[in-house]
């Protein structure tokens, strides 16, 4: 038998690389507790100020309190079903949130589509140690996971923006501070590709803090404050007529629930930025940090009241691509909120991380016609606007004078309007619409013949402008 006769050695079947498992986890067994308590939290002001209200007259209130009672047992057994029946696997694969209750739900997020990822501590979590995460995907509702360690909290959501981050490096749509090459930028690049590979992420950079003072200051040197102190001063008025001390005690803890609704959300705010993400943090017994992509940035409005023009103090919101109108759910009212009282250096600087590009003060501004004066005898110096090569702006109010800005490719349709008392003076109104949030921009009472002049060369600027940045 020769050599080629010799059959060939079997070659060993390969070896099966084990599949590691999932490691799958659960919220804090503490849950329990910590809806319990913040339900409790909540029965006790429901009860408190029912008291307050009637007085001596207070045969409903122990009833009332039996029932909010069962509602923190019902949400306290809510919290231990949620620890039992709800799983989670956070690994380089996947992001799935399961729920086994009644039902079963498997809800898988896509790391492209991650947008922002907010923890909060409702002051009861926060003695406990816990927080909630939420996941926000760029659309409504998103994903919420209550309540985790803090720690867990933290380190799920460094977890969530690493693979955020490489997913959109690997399907070509990795972060970038300027759309297109637009001269208006969305922030500055933090995180980003050579070849393909991964950058370290930049270290947080302090944009803006708001000490206690200016918090204090705005709140209290402002037309809402006044309007409380009136308020106040009715209910004292009312006192002495009455006799009865419960109107005045109402009354002060009416007040003392203002500034506290004024100061405590937002006490010890911080912005800070790491890449192209700020990351707004906030709170005194309940607190939250909250990031915000500066890319879904839609407008921005600047405001100054009647009063707080002697202080030098302003506030800043935002409209934010899918969130909605968070002014309109008090819950959500601070989410809009990115300066809650700065000066005007805090202002341009919160506008400089937002949108690089932005220079205010080289934008020319317009005023009304003088026949406009008709319609707006009282603010007619304070009706103002102004287009720039990347935004449109125009300012107005005398007790609360708002500067709205919104860029050109965030524009989403305009429209024209006109009134029978505007087309006897001539006059016409323009205004810019972009998502649904708190901002909106209007420019009142223009020359008929040039509000239609500047509407058709806004929607040609907006159209260029969204052109360029695909």
Same mark, same amino acid.
């Given at each position: ?28 067994? =503490? ?45 306290? $057994? ?37 947008? +922002? ?12 140690? $816990? ?36 997913? /959109? ?43 206690? /003072? ?7 040197? +402002? ?5 409380? =102190? ?20 109402? +009354? ?122 008709? $319609? ?32 050109? /490719? ?61």
């Amino acid at each position: 038998m020769t050599c080629d006769e010799h059959p060939e050695a079997a070659a060993p079947p390969p070896v099966p690389v084990p599949v590691p498992e999932k490691v799958v986890e659960h919220p804090s067994p =503490l849950t329990g507790i910590a809806r319990g308590g913040i339900a409790v939290g909540i029965a006790i002001i429901i009860v408190g100020r029912e008291f307050l209200e009637n007085g001596a007259d207070f045969e409903g209130v122990p009833i009332l309190g039996l029932i909010a009672l069962g509602i923190a047992v019902i949400a306290g $057994l809510s919290g231990i079903v949620t620890w039992k029946t709800t799983t989670f696997i956070a690994d380089d694969d996947e992001f799935r949130v399961e729920r086994n209750f009644l039902s079963k739900t498997s809800t898988r997020v896509d790391y492209t589509k991650v947008q +922002s990822i907010d923890i909060s501590q409702p002051f009861i979590a926060r003695l406990l140690g $816990l927080a909630k995460v939420h996941i926000d995907v760029g659309g409504a509702g998103g994903v919420d996971l209550e309540f985790l360690t803090k720690a867990r909290a933290e380190s799920l959501r460094e977890h969530l923006l690493e693979h955020m981050q490489r997913a /959109r490096i690997v399907s070509g749509v990795a972060p970038t501070a300027v759309e297109g090459g637009a001269s208006l930028g969305d922030g500055t690049p933090g995180q980003g590709t050579t070849d393909g590979a991964l950058v370290a992420p930049e270290s947080e950079e302090i944009v803006v803090k708001v000490p206690p /003072r200016n918090l204090i200051l705005g709140s209290l040197v +402002s037309t809402g404050a006044l309007g409380a =102190l009136v308020a106040a001063a009715f209910f004292v008025v009312i006192t002495i007529l009455s006799g009865s001390p419960v109107t005045l005690i109402a +009354s002060a803890v009416a007040v003392v629930g203002w500034i506290w609704a004024q100061t405590g959300a937002n006490w010890g705010f911080v912005m800070t930025r790491r890449g192209d993400t700020l990351r707004l943090r906030r709170g005194l017994l309940s607190t939250s940090a909250q990031g915000l992509r500066t890319g879904r940035i839609q407008a921005v409005a600047i405001q100054q009241d009647l009063l707080q023009r002697t202080t030098g103090l302003y506030r800043m919101s935002v409209t934010v691509l899918g969130y909605g109108n968070p002014l309109t759910d008090e819950d959500k009212a601070s989410n809009a909120i990115v300066l809650p009282y700065g000066t005007w250096d805090d202002v341009l600087r919160v506008l400089h991380v937002i949108w690089p590009g932005l220079e205010l003060a080289a934008i020319e501004v317009h005023g009304q016609p003088d026949r406009a004066r008709w $319609l707006t005898p009282l603010t007619f110096s304070t009706h103002t606007w102004g287009i720039g090569d990347d935004v449109v702006i125009a300012q107005h109010g005398l007790i609360n004078q708002v500067r709205s800005i919104v860029p050109h /490719r965030r524009m989403q349709s305009a429209s024209i309007e006109q009134g029978p008392l505007q087309r006897r003076l001539d006059l016409a109104q323009i205004y810019v619409h972009t998502t649904d949030g708190p901002v909106t921009l209007r420019m009142y009472h223009l020359d008929a013949t040039l509000a239609r002049s500047v509407f058709e060369d806004q929607l040609a600027r907006a159209k260029r402008a969204r052109e360029s940045a695909d």
